[in-house]
């Protein structure tokens, strides 16, 4: 089945994405034409999910480079280090964001020598090219994970790792979408995922789309579903994988994974290798971002708790590797211990 939207598309003087705050009530397109409608676009989630923040990245870097001055290099280059620096402080947790500008500084280094007018246009190519890869990376997480998918079962999923949290297909959902492909009757709960509700407002947009059978349940639903052996599987993404496999993932994933532990379900997060940081080794080591106690204290612009009140919102909290069945990526299913599984994918 074709993808039922496009997340984001370089359109050669502009990017259009799907502004993802906007649903399920608007399925409205933006342009984005400056870095820095792209940073604020990443802030405020319009385009989110690590591998599509990572895509996100390499666009707004290209498209920063566009009107860089052509006749004078060190302008041109103190742009570039701007452009990276400002991208690269929009959020603090999915990987895939510094992987991406690494990738695109690495390009630039390399092409050093070359004309301005070369070098803008090999960073639009390189920025084509991986929100290209990304979708083939998706599809191929599809097909390492479908058969950890048993016909008949019934998955849970938190936040939103599908299509629209990367170029297309997705990594969590990606699995599922596989599986479903392969004409396995399947069913999903998704998590509403408090507080910018990602599992109601878009994986339950996502999988009616794909026509997969969805059931939203709020946060606190999960343990009851799991007790009355309702749930045969989870599925999860990841915004920054240590090197020894604990996850980090939207907040709530990991009350996610001990309750699975504790019913004995199998709890698998789905990722491409770019989320996996190679330069930490403990999920300690991930920084967490917090973001506006706002979004905890309104929902849909609604304040929903006094005016007054303090509120704490982490985006993001981080699974330990012992409660991960498996990893998968597009090179395969790593299980603990993962730094033995990983170091084989990287060395492909
Ligand atoms: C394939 S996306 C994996 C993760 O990025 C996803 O599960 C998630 O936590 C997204 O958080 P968000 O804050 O919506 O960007």
Request: net charge negative; aromatic share 6%.
């Amino acid at each position: 089945m074709e993808d039922p939207f496009r997340t984001i598309e370089w359109k050669g003087d502009h990017i259009r994405l799907l502004d993802q705050t906007l649903l399920p009530s608007r399925e409205e397109y933006i342009a984005i034409r400056t870095v820095d409608e792209m940073c604020d676009a990443i802030y405020r989630l319009a385009v989110r999910g690590a591998p599509a923040i990572g895509v996100a990245a390499c666009m707004g870097v290209a498209l920063g480079m566009l009107t860089a001055p052509e006749d004078n290099r060190e302008e041109f280059d103190t742009r570039f280090k701007a452009i990276c620096a400002q991208i690269s402080a929009t959020r603090p947790t999915a990987v895939n964001l510094f992987w991406a500008v690494e990738r695109m500084e690495k390009l630039f280094q390399a092409a050093s020598g070359m004309a301005p007018a070369q070098i803008k246009e090999l960073l639009v190519a390189e920025a084509i090219a991986a929100e290209r890869e990304d979708r083939t990376i998706c599809e191929n997480i599809g097909l390492m994970g479908r058969d950890l998918i048993d016909d008949g079962d019934t998955i849970l999923t938190h936040c939103n790792a599908g299509g629209l949290a990367t170029a297309g297909y997705g990594t969590a959902l990606g699995v599922i979408r596989a599986a479903f492909e392969q004409g396995k009757k399947i069913k999903v709960f998704s998590d509403e995922t408090r507080p910018l509700n990602q599992g109601s407002r878009i994986t339950c947009w996502e999988l009616q789309k794909l026509a997969i059978p969805v059931t939203l349940i709020t946060d606190s639903t999960a343990g009851s579903l799991m007790q009355r052996g309702l749930i045969q599987k989870v599925i999860v993404g990841a915004d920054r994988i240590a090197f020894n496999g604990d996850a980090a993932n939207k907040i709530g994933t990991y009350s996610v994974a001990v309750l699975a532990h504790y019913h004995k379900i199998p709890f698998y997060v789905a990722a491409p290798l770019s989320t996996i940081d190679k330069k930490i080794d403990s999920g300690t080591q991930i920084r967490i971002e917090e973001r506006d106690p706002c979004e905890v204290t309104h929902i849909g612009g609604i304040c929903v708790a006094p005016s007054d009140v303090r509120a704490l919102n982490y985006a993001f909290d981080v699974t330990p590797h012992e409660l991960i069945a498996g990893i998968i990526t597009e090179c395969g299913v790593a299980r603990d211990p993962f730094v033995k599984d990983f170091e084989s994918f990287f060395s492909r």
